[in-house]
């Protein structure tokens, strides 16, 4: 029995430097504290970070493959960015 899953884009914003990040976890709360933590991916750490977006899935796998797919989609993440 598979756990279901979520893809998420966080955004950060140092100045003018805009950021954002896609990830797949199947809790949002506690991945978003970890990424602020410092304990979440290297490209992370040291950057203080908002959930943009966020969508549910069935499945992990889903998930994941939704995840590959938005990592790619650089418009959409830009027009997130714009958000912060």
Do not use: C, P, Q
């Amino acid at each position: 029995m598979s756990t279901s899953g979520y893809v998420y884009v966080l955004g950060s914003a140092l100045g003018a430097d805009r950021r954002t990040y896609v990830g797949w976890t199947v809790d949002i709360d506690s991945r978003l504290a970890l990424h602020n933590a410092g304990l979440g991916a290297r490209s992370t750490r040291g950057r203080a970070w908002v959930l943009l977006y966020a969508e549910r899935y069935d499945t992990r796998r889903e998930a994941m493959s939704r995840e590959v797919f938005l990592k790619r989609d650089r418009r959409f993440r830009a027009a997130l960015a714009k958000l912060l």
